[in-house]
């Protein structure tokens, strides 16, 4: 009975060695963390140039709230197919991609455009919603961004439009992660100055048609640059 305790004991340590020692040998390498900004360096134009200096009237208004979807988060996203979201657990953004979309918004309307920002009291009021901002893998490789945007006063809401934007990602180099940050990049550039550009119009003529006029979807395919 004790040689039979002893051989079930040295078997046991024989297994627990072994398993230590696969453990040891499979270990998954670290994640590494990268993160990327969808913001652009490059110089921005002057705001008091002559485009400013032509303008002929002052126009107003409030910078809202600024809300993205629950699934838009620091991690990057991707969809495969229609329905199915998923994250990259290495690839991130620096902040959440509403803060960009805010900061972008504010730059371009009370720096570059010369609106001036109404910090109290009444007047028109934009409200940005962040719809998607994603990598769509399947059935086609591209950039995507969808983007609903509002202006109301205190009684009712002027005029609203939900756009979408894609841009390829190239299967050849550059890609990766470097070529997924990039497109994405430049679905976020061309979705502000899509707003900015459509805004500045409303702005412009509060009484005309237009009003009624962006009430429907918007798609937008962008070539790769």
């Known amino acids: 009975m004790k040689l039979q305790g002893l051989r079930r004991a040295v078997l046991a340590a024989t297994l627990s060695t072994a398993m230590l020692g696969c453990a040891f040998f499979t270990k998954s390498d670290p994640v590494v963390v990268r993160y990327f900004t969808p913001e ?3 110089a921005r ?3 008091s140039g002559v485009a400013l200096a032509m303008r002929p009237s002052v126009l107003d208004l409030r910078l ?3 809300n993205s979807a629950s699934y838009v988060k620091d991690r990057i ?3 495969d197919e229609s329905f199915e979201i998923g994250y990259y657990e290495e690839l991130r953004w620096t902040e959440k991609p509403e803060a960009y979309l805010r900061r972008a918004l504010g730059r371009e309307l009370f720096e570059e455009q010369g609106v001036r920002q109404i910090i109290s009291g009444p007047g028109l009021t934009l409200d940005v919603d962040l719809d998607a901002f994603e990598e769509l893998r399947s059935p086609r490789h591209a950039a995507r961004m969808q983007v ?3 202006i109301h006063d205190d009684e009712r809401v002027q005029t609203r439009e939900t756009f979408t934007i ?4 190239p299967s050849t180099e550059p890609s990766g992660p470097g070529g997924i940050a990039a497109a994405m990049a430049g679905v976020f550039d061309e979705s502000v100055k899509h707003v900015v550009a ?5 702005l412009a003529h509060p009484t005309s048609s237009f009003f009624s006029s962006v009430n429907t979807p918007v798609s937008v395919y962008s070539p790769a640059k």
């Open 40 to 42: 652009s360096i490059a």
């Open 64 to 66: 809202g709230r600024v």
């Open 148 to 150: 609903t945007w509002a």
């Open 45 to 47: 134009p002057d705001p």
């Open 198 to 202: 459509r805004v500045m119009v409303a």
């Open 77 to 79: 996203a991707f969809r």
């Open 166 to 169: 894609e841009r390829p990602i």
